[in-house]
């Protein structure tokens, strides 16, 4: 199947994308199960 221009450079982002995303999961590292609720808590008064 032929693509066009268009459409390799769209996958060509997405790609790209994909990677950096990849490398900041690698660079974040892991969470337990708290830290998200402790972040999206954090700052809240009462």
Do not use: F, V, Y
């Not at 066009?4 to 060509?12: N, S, T």
């Amino acid at each position: 199947m032929r693509q066009e221009p268009e459409a390799r450079a769209r996958q060509a982002e997405i790609g790209r994308a994909l990677e950096a995303i990849r490398a900041l999961r690698r660079r974040a590292g892991t969470m337990t199960t708290d830290e998200p609720l402790a972040a999206k808590h954090e700052g809240r008064s009462g």
